[in-house]
Nanobody, 124 residues
Framework: QVQLVESGGGLVQAGGSLRLSCAAS????????VGWFRQAPGKEREFVGA????????AYVDSVKGRFTISRDNAKSTVYLQMNSLKPEDTAVYYC?????????????????WGQGTQVTVSS
């Protein structure tokens, strides 16, 4: 089992940057893939990207490619979502999620563990 806690959300102007953190705890964190999802009001939860802790492989939704980067810090058991060139349409609650796999799933129902979410608001 793994526990996930997000942090780093906030209010930023369009074109700005934010870095979200997902701190993971548990006995076998290195066997997990951590995904980032977001949900805007009135919309379904959307896959943003994910990273396999063991292989380092990543995947991103097309709308964030070239702007967002996911990385991990093994010593801190933390996954980061670096978000650059933010747009108002990036406004949402961002969640990290975990699943024990070496693959990089891109649908919410493939993840077993979820953090509480952190709000990101991008003003125009």
């Amino acid at each position: 089992q793994v526990q996930l806690v997000e942090s780093g959300g906030g209010l930023v102007q369009a074109g700005g940057s934010l870095r979200l953190s997902c701190a993971a705890s548990g006995r076998t964190v290195s066997r997990y893939t951590v995904g980032w999802f977001r949900q805007a009001p009135g919309k379904e939860r959307e896959f943003v990207g994910a990273i396999s802790w063991s292989t380092g492989n990543t995947a991103y939704v097309d709308s964030v490619k070239g702007r967002f980067t996911i990385s991990r810090d093994n010593a801190k058991s933390t996954v980061y979502l670096q978000m650059n060139s933010l747009k108002p349409e990036d406004t949402a609650v961002y969640y990290c999620a975990g699943r024990a796999t070496v693959f990089v799933p891109n649908t919410a129902n493939e993840y077993n563990y979820w953090g509480q979410g952190t709000q990101v608001t991008v003003s125009s």
